[in-house]
């Protein structure tokens, strides 16, 4: 059973930075169509997708973080991160790490919290 365990969220005032990590159990990672996201949900509001990375490293960000989030994916390590720079407080949400890999089931991490917040 695969597993995505996230870490790196917590409490940081607008115009700061942090860096989401998500490790992944397994092998999922290394399966060729397999493509690593990340989602948000905020209170009150639906997820919603935020970037994603495919195994080949091509990337996709929502219009609301483009030119201040960075997803990238280390294969070897089974890791793939969230570089957030210029946190506004509309970024404040729970952050989730998800596995999409064809022909096999999504798999989703437990989520951590991101609060922006002067």
């Known amino acids: 059973q695969v597993q995505l365990v996230e870490s790196g969220g917590g409490l940081v005032q607008p115009g700061g930075s942090l860096r989401l990590s998500c490790v992944a159990s397994?092998?999922?990672?290394?399966?060729?169509?397999?493509?690593m996201k990340w989602y948000r949900q905020a209170p009150g509001k639906e997820r919603e997708l935020v970037a994603s990375?495919?195994?080949?490293?091509?990337?996709n960000y929502a219009d609301f973080v483009k030119g201040r989030f960075t997803i990238s994916r280390d294969n070897a390590k089974n890791t793939v991160n969230l570089q957030m720079n210029s946190l506004k407080p509309e970024d404040t949400a729970v952050y989730y790490c998800?596995?999409?890999?064809?022909?096999?089931?999504?798999?989703w991490g437990q989520g951590t919290q991101v609060t922006v917040s002067s």
């Open positions: 998800n596995a999409w890999t064809w022909g096999l089931n999504e798999i």
């Open positions: 397994g092998s999922i990672m290394k399966t060729g169509t397999n493509v």
């Open positions: 990375i495919t195994r080949g490293g091509t990337t």
